[in-house]
């Protein structure tokens, strides 16, 4: 019996299957190892996908920070906006005759239409196009409404109020009856205040354009970061 197990291991060796100590032939063995583990491709494919959404993450990142800010149109839109401010306290320091406060109230005018002009178009326009919420339509008149909203009826609201405000403190016009204060300051501004129709038409075309130009930007940004990803 001993004979015949030393035969059959002669036998197995010379057909080259190595047996282990267990009994079991090694490759056999071996054979049973890998296929209980996962396979290399399917690993492979694991450890990728998460790099390569940490890549499209990055470059929808890099896409929202250094390409599509436009921070020269915004800059320049709350520019224009500020020398709208300067107009509209010029015309109505001139309607009410008012020569005090002056270094004040221009400083107000011109700073409070640029902050608001570059929040707005920050908070309206800027971050919904990183949303994917607004199309090209909705950011061309988004920007063109900024333009007029912050950039003409703000500054002129506002300097009619301060300006009003240091007219009847100085008393430098009339007092108006009572009940009909806005009535009779409109009546008087009425001529010069045709004036606030360059801003307004300026702002409004500033607006289309950049508005336009924005989301262009965006648009060929997006193409080119998804192209490269």
């Known amino acids: 019996m001993a004979a015949l197990g030393r035969e059959a291991g002669a036998d197995l060796r010379d057909a080259g299957v190595q047996v282990g100590a267990g009994g079991a032939p090694k490759d056999i063995r071996m054979a049973t190892y890998t296929h209980g583990q996962p396979s290399p491709s399917l690993g492979d494919a694991k450890l990728r996908r998460p790099m390569v959404i940490e890549i499209i993450e990055k470059k929808f990142e890099y896409l929202r920070k250094e390409k599509t800010l436009n ?25 009410f005759k008012v020569k005090h406060d002056a270094l004040k109230t221009y400083a107000s005018l011109t700073t409070l239409p640029f902050l608001s002009t570059v929040v707005a178009y920050k908070l309206f326009v800027t971050d919904a196009l990183y949303s994917g919420n607004i199309s090209e339509e909705n950011c061309v008149l988004r920007s ?27 008393h430098t016009v009339p007092l108006p009856p009572k009940g009909r204060v806005l009535l009779s300051w409109l ?43």
């Open 71 to 95: 921070i020269d149109g915004t800059v320049f839109l709350g520019t224009t906006s500020g020398f709208s401010g300067i107009l509209a306290n010029v015309i109505f320091r001139h309607c």
């Open 144 to 170: 063109s409404l900024i333009g007029i909203v912050c950039g003409v009826l703000y500054p002129s609201a506002l300097a009619f109020s301060k300006n009003g405000r240091l007219a009847v403190k100085y």
């Open 187 to 229: 009546l008087l501004c009425q001529t010069e205040i045709k004036a606030m129709v360059i801003p307004l038409l300026f702002q409004t075309v500033f607006g289309i354009f950049n508005g336009l130009r924005h989301y262009a930007i965006f648009e060929s940004t997006l193409e080119k970061t998804v192209h490269e990803g």
